[in-house]
C-alpha cells in the first residue's frame, strides 16, 4: 500500500527546482534531525511512496509539486562526516542515529498550493501541517493527497 508523505524544505536550501536539476531528477533527503521525523524515515517511508513538496520559511509557504520515494530509510552518511553541515559527532557508521531516503521528482503543481489555500480548504483541516507541527517529515491521507493534487492542477 502507497503512503503519502509530506517533506519540508526551505528553498534556499534546497527546492524542488534543484531536484528536478540532479542527475536522474533523483536526491538523497538528509539532513533530518529530529527523532520523530528520523523515525519515519528509518522505519515507515518506503520506495513507492509519494511525497508531497513543501517549500517552508518564506513568505509564502507551498506545495510546490510531488515526488516519490526510490530509496527506503538507509543511515545518513552526512552525520558522519565533520565537513557536513549536518554532521552530528554521536553518529557513527557502526551506530548510525540518523537516516534519509532518496527521492526522485515527480511532477510540477500548474500552480503552487499555498498555506493559506490549504488552511482555507475545510476538507484539510486534520492535516497534521495545518496542527501547527514543524515536523519536516508528516503524513498525508490518501484524501489529503487527491484534495491537494487537485488543488495544484494535477
Known amino acids: 500500500m502507497t503512503n503519502y508523505w509530506l517533506f519540508k524544505s526551505e528553498p534556499g536550501c534546497f527546492s ?9 531528477q533523483t536526491e538523497q533527503w538528509d539532513g533530518v534531525r529530529n ?8 522505519d515507515q517511508v518506503q520506495v513507492g511512496d509519494g511525497v508531497l513538496f513543501y517549500h517552508s520559511n518564506i513568505p509564502e509557504p507551498h506545495i510546490a509539486g510531488t515526488a516519490w520515494v526510490v530509496r527506503a530509510g538507509y ?4 552525520a558522519c562526516d565533520p565537513a557536513s553541515e549536518h554532521f552530528d559527532p554521536k553518529s557513527s557508521a ?5 537516516y534519509m531516503v532518496d527521492v ?5 503543481f500548474r500552480r503552487p498550493v499555498t498555506l493559506a489555500e490549504l488552511k482555507a480548504h475545510p476538507l484539510l483541516a486534520g492535516m497534521v501541517l495545518l496542527q501547527r507541527s514543524r515536523l519536516s517529515i508528516q ?13 495544484g492542477g494535477l
Open 35 to 42: 527523532f520523530q521525523a528520523r523515525n519515519f524515515l528509518r
Open 16 to 24: 524542488f527546482d534543484d531536484l528536478a536539476q540532479r542527475p536522474g
Open 94 to 98: 557502526d551506530n548510525p542515529i540518523w
Open 75 to 78: 543511515p545518513d552518511w552526512t
Open 139 to 151: 503524513t498525508v491521507t490518501p484524501e489529503e493527497w487527491t484534495i491537494i493534487l487537485g488543488l
Open 104 to 108: 526522485r521528482y515527480g511532477e510540477a
